[in-house]
């Protein structure tokens, strides 16, 4: 696996764990991930540099994943 998508995947798995945590339960979707892309894009400061429709055409594909059992 590329290792941004796996820093994505591991960011959505720690923020569902927060939440459970705090007696939420969280799903994947587009405003969750436009809140971990904010929260890379303060580490990763090229992600400010890429393309919005492309980032969010990955975490849609990255939606559509976890919606499917991934």
Same mark, same amino acid.
């Given at each position: 696996?590329? /290792?941004?998508?796996?820093?994505?995947?591991?960011?959505?798995?720690?923020?569902?764990?927060? &939440?459970?945590?705090? &007696?939420?339960?969280?799903? /994947?979707?587009?405003?969750?991930?436009?809140?971990?892309?904010?929260?890379?894009?303060?580490?990763?400061?090229?992600?400010?540099?890429?393309?919005?429709?492309?980032?969010?055409?990955?975490?849609?594909?990255?939606?559509? /994943?976890?919606?499917? &059992?991934?």
């Amino acid at each position: 696996m590329h /290792a941004s998508f796996l820093t994505i995947k591991t960011t959505y798995e720690l923020y569902r764990k927060i &939440g459970k945590e705090h &007696g939420f339960k969280l799903y /994947a979707n587009r405003k969750l991930f436009n809140v971990i892309l904010n929260d890379l894009k303060k580490s990763y400061p090229f992600l400010k540099e890429a393309n919005s429709t492309v980032l969010q055409k990955a975490y849609d594909n990255l939606i559509s /994943a976890y919606k499917n &059992g991934w």
